[in-house]
């Protein structure tokens, strides 16, 4: 029987449709090693659960816990592993990433032990009572902090917000029994992975990100935007008008009812900025802008911003990185 | 069919929304509040199995003051059969488990087969309230829903997941949780609104639910502190004059994104 750390934190691991450890595995781990001591779960359908393991240890768990369920996605069933886990370690917080289905597992368990949940956390800290988590509200427009009035909060952070890495453990991996649970789950009767330039970042972890709006005119010329994302090296975003115009699918919708980000630079093409576009991305590090209307609302937070014809201005930019790269 | 429609008075996402600095309150006098338009736009998808089915009885329940009242009988105009309101002072701050605790109570009341939801409200945006009813209530939860149909006792149903879709299904009575790629609701036509003036809206408090708002063996998530963020400036903005690329470049290498 393993010991378990006074000051464990308890961090859920999600795995992907894809068959693999979520990518913010590390920052969530990063994030309970400044408060505690990590203790990681990783709870999937069997076939990679060692690798898993493996490389939770290797991004800071002390201590793994791991089990098999039926679906990475039933968050039912992940939730009684949750608890069978809580149960064993005893944590001071629990971690899980505010992505869809963690926050569903978070929810669940927060609700089934009636402890304090604290939702997209973009840090967490710590005092003399327990660990405090800090938030975004209206879109980055305010900053507030969280606290449960007794117990263990449970904890959901924003993905991408985290820069701090744990140092990598030996693994130190136990196995969990799961027994029925009561939950009653949906059936999924069939899951089919998006289709994914898997050369490119992903939006919500990108620590660039390219984004197009209604200025970019049609599905062929929103190319010019994965043209600069591929340049840049940046993941693709876009505004609600481009989506809601069929230019890109609504999973790269940026903006308050789509994916808030905070990447160290965001690019906006052809985007006015409305308030509810601004709610997503107002909290990137660095902000450009390319518009052709100077009275645009993006302009009033752009860092760089240039007012002129997207299809002009863009290649220029994509030949002067080019030029850069030759150097 | 019985469906209990869930919706939620936002303050506007179209303009400033602020919490107040005291109390950490959302601020209701700072901006216009709205019905959020997940909730109508779930709203919508009741109203679509309406039409399908005469039978169907479409129930909304909020939480929230009485300024909601104005909210609930727009859905009523839309064609929703009645409305419950919880209203209470002891709610006033109530965190996403109390919330979910009370509505629980309200569903509970009545034998829904669906219980209907938006996935997200813009202004928490946690995404989680539908399936804390689900725990709360032993149902199961098709939640995230890109499209939705019922049929039999049966509701199927298209689940978007990050990085892939599922295609799902579960047996009524369930909850389920609607994404903003179904469509906005229709508009309510005079008819409807002359109608709504006469359609009830059930108010209940904590004591008519039989719900205590800090019960000792329940944590609460409070707020500790509340800051507003200074506003961002607005840096450099040149007019492109066929050097505007190399100039951002430059910026950009400055910065060291590059």
């Known amino acids: 029987m393993t010991a378990f750390a006074a000051d464990s934190i308890l961090v859920f691991l999600e795995t992907t449709a894809a068959g693999e450890l979520a990518k913010n595995s590390a920052e969530l781990l990063g994030a309970a090693a400044g408060v505690g001591t990590p203790v990681a779960l990783v709870a999937a359908p069997g076939e990679h659960l060692e690798a898993f393991a493996a490389q939770a240890a290797q991004a800071g768990a002390s201590a793994v816990l791991s089990a098999v369920v039926e679906s990475a996605i039933l968050t039912g069933q992940l939730a009684d592993a949750l608890q069978q886990a809580y149960d064993l370690v005893q944590p001071h917080a629990v971690l899980l990433a505010h992505s869809l289905t963690s926050r569903e597992v978070a929810a669940r368990f927060a609700v089934r032990n009636k402890l304090a949940l604290s939702v997209d956390a973009l840090g967490v800290q710590r005092d003399e009572q327990g660990a405090i988590a800090s938030h975004s509200i209206y879109g980055g427009a305010f900053s507030t902090t969280s606290a449960p009035t007794f117990g263990a909060p449970v904890i959901t952070v924003r993905v991408g917000s985290i820069e701090a890495r744990a140092q990598g453990q030996e693994p130190a991996v136990t196995a969990l029994e799961l027994a029925g649970g009561t939950t009653p789950d949906i059936q999924v009767l069939d899951l089919k992975k998006a289709e994914s330039n898997s050369a490119r970042p992903e939006l919500r972890t990108a620590t660039k990100v390219v984004s197009g709006g209604r200025g970019l005119g049609s599905t062929e010329q929103f190319d010019l935007v994965y043209q600069l994302a591929d340049a840049l090296g940046a993941g693709v975003g876009a505004s609600r008008a481009a989506v809601d115009a069929g230019f890109i699918e609504h999973a790269a919708q940026v903006g308050q009812t789509g994916v808030a980000v905070s990447p160290q630079l965001y690019v906006a093409l052809g985007i006015s900025g409305a308030i509810q576009h601004k709610a997503g991305m107002q909290t990137a590090k660095t902000i450009v802008a390319i518009n052709k209307d100077g009275d645009a609302p993006i302009f009033e937070i752009a860092d760089f911003g240039i007012v002129g014809d997207v299809f002009k201005v863009v290649p220029q930019v994509i030949s002067a990185l080019e030029a850069r790269k030759a150097q | ?258």
């Not at chain 2, 994404?179 to 036509?189: G, S």
């Open chain 2, 1 to 258: 069919m019985k469906i209990a429609v869930l919706i939620k008075e936002v303050p506007d996402t179209g303009a400033d929304r602020a919490l107040n600095p005291q109390t950490g309150l959302a601020d209701r006098a700072a901006s216009e509040a709205v019905l959020d338009e997940i909730g109508e736009r779930t709203l919508e998808v009741a109203l679509k199995i309406l039409d399908a089915d005469p039978d169907t009885r479409i129930t909304v329940l909020s939480m929230g003051p009485d300024s909601i009242q104005a909210t609930l009988r727009k859905a009523l105009a839309m064609g929703a059969a009645d409305a419950v309101q919880i209203s209470d002072d002891a709610l006033i701050g109530a965190d996403l488990v109390l919330t979910a605790e009370v509505l629980a109570a309200a569903l509970r009341r009545e034998q829904y087969d669906l219980v209907l939801a938006g996935n997200m409200s813009t202004d928490g945006s946690a995404g989680m309230l539908p399936v804390m009813l689900a725990e709360l209530l032993s149902l199961p939860a098709a939640t995230s829903l890109s499209e939705i149909s019922i049929a039999d006792g049966v509701l199927r149903g298209t689940r978007e997941l990050e990085g892939a879709t599922a295609q799902i299904s579960t047996p009524l009575p369930a909850i389920a949780s609607i994404t903003e790629a179904l469509p906005d609701a229709r508009f309510p036509n005079f008819k409807g609104i002359m109608a709504a003036k006469k359609k009830p809206i059930e108010i209940l408090s904590l004591a008519d639910l039989g719900v205590d708002a800090l019960p000792a063996d329940t944590a609460r998530s409070i707020m500790l502190t509340v800051a507003q963020k200074p506003p961002r400036e607005a840096g450099t903005i040149m007019n492109d004059d066929g050097q505007a690329g190399a100039a951002l470049v430059d910026f950009l290498a400055k910065n060291n994104l590059v």
